[in-house]
């Protein structure tokens, strides 16, 4: 979908799954050609003590992401990240302003399914928020391009051991988009964004559309996108967040959902709040971090360029000063300065043998001593 390569749950299964069958069926074939008389057992055990030891470095080293909400104010964002996650996140975090950058990181650590998790959270100023909106985007842009720069100087050390930083890039933008409409800023704002990080639109307050009208926004929005050439990672996704959990009418259950006088909307299940999860926390995370690797190595081939080109500008600059300064150490070296003394001093002995020795120059002083005379008579 768009131009990240991601193909959802289903086709990604499958492709994992065609995989795995091209791989043993190569396998089979190494095996009988390698080992035509069976002297050999087949092993077993293998991948039960591989899929064990990721299992054991998952629960004791956890995940990490970073997720950065961006777009207007009042469409839910805090409480969508809280949705995602099934806990409030505000209040068990700890909260790192950047006042340059008009932004506020927020880091939280705990656990979901026995899998430790430590998450930042990126909120940036709704657009609501600020009269400046190119400062604004700038901000945005600066913030990502910092990310990048702080992973590129972790490689260059030295020594890296014990240095390296907990939280690397942003991982995923959630960008929200307030219902019914598309404005240009959210599109002049995306196109600067979508080759810095992985984007998922969030069709925000899903609640306020019928299904026909979210199929229909939906499709506007990816011809938008698409038309002013912008990736996305995943499509477009029609959201419904709430604060708190309610008594479902429809289920009876205790569900994350808002209650309306005809009934009650839920969350998981009359929006794509669970597949947005997955996508992010789930079968998505791997496909989310090797994109981030791509656009930091993108950004990483930039930078290096960039490097190179000033440092030979330096060195262009560099050799022309001394040449310069060169040429003069030679210049006064050959006698050069008193070369040039000895041309203007004949060239003033020259200009006052022409004064003292010309009658039309006499004629004409004296003439202007007369004019001034009669002018004062």
């Known amino acids: 979908i768009g131009s990240s390569g991601y193909r ?15 791989s043993s069926s190569e396998k089979l074939v190494s095996d ?10 087949e092993l077993t055990g293998v991948k039960e003590g591989l899929m064990g030891r990721k299992t054991q470095d998952l ?42 950058l008009n932004m506020v990181e927020k880091e939280v650590k705990f656990s979901v399914d ?12 709704g657009f609501g928020d600020v009269v400046d909106i190119e400062k604004s985007f700038r901000c945005l842009t600066k913030y990502l391009d910092d990310e990048f720069d702080k992973m590129l100087e972790d490689e260059l050390l030295v020594t890296r051991h014990g240095k390296v930083r907990e939280f690397q890039g942003v991982d995923v933008i959630l960008y929200f988009i307030a219902p019914h409409r598309l404005k240009g800023l959210d599109v002049e704002l995306l196109k600067r964004l979508h080759h810095r990080a992985s984007i998922i639109p ?3 307050k899903a609640d306020t559309m019928t299904f026909p009208e979210r ?48 009934g009650t909307v839920e969350c998981e299940e009359h929006s794509e709040l669970a597949e947005l999860r997955n996508v992010v926390i789930g079968y998505g995370l791997e496909d989310l971090r090797a994109r981030k690797a791509r656009l930091y190595e993108q950004y990483r081939e930039d930078k290096v360029a960039a490097r190179k080109r000033n440092f030979f500008m330096r060195l262009i600059r560099v050799g022309f000063n001394i040449a310069i300064a060169t040429g003069l150490v030679l210049f006064v070296q050959n006698g050069g300065l008193q070369k040039i003394a000895d041309s203007i001093e004949a060239l003033n002995e020259n200009l006052l043998g022409a004064d003292t020795s010309d009658p039309k120059g006499k004629n004409k002083n004296a003439r202007l001593k007369s004019g001034n005379n009669k002018g004062r008579k």
């Open 8 to 22: 959802g749950p289903s086709q990604l299964q499958q492709r994992r799954t065609q995989e795995f069958q091209a």
């Open 32 to 41: 009988s050609m390698g080992d035509s008389d069976g002297s050999f057992p």
């Open 59 to 100: 629960l004791s080293s956890g995940e990490t992401l970073t997720i950065m909400c961006v777009g207007e104010s009042g469409l839910g964002k805090s409480t969508l990240v809280n949705n995602l996650f099934s806990r409030d996140l505000e209040r068990i975090s700890s909260e790192i302003a950047i006042p340059t």
């Open 114 to 125: 026995d899998v430790p998790f430590s998450i930042r959270l990126v909120d940036s100023p």
């Open 202 to 204: 969030v069709l925000a």
């Open 215 to 262: 199929e229909q926004f939906k499709e506007t929005v990816k011809q938008t996108l698409g038309a002013n050439h912008i990736g996305w990672f995943h499509e477009p996704m029609c959201i419904v967040s709430s604060p708190n959990a309610v008594q479902s009418k429809i289920s009876h259950r205790l569900v994350l959902g808002r209650e309306y006088e005809w």
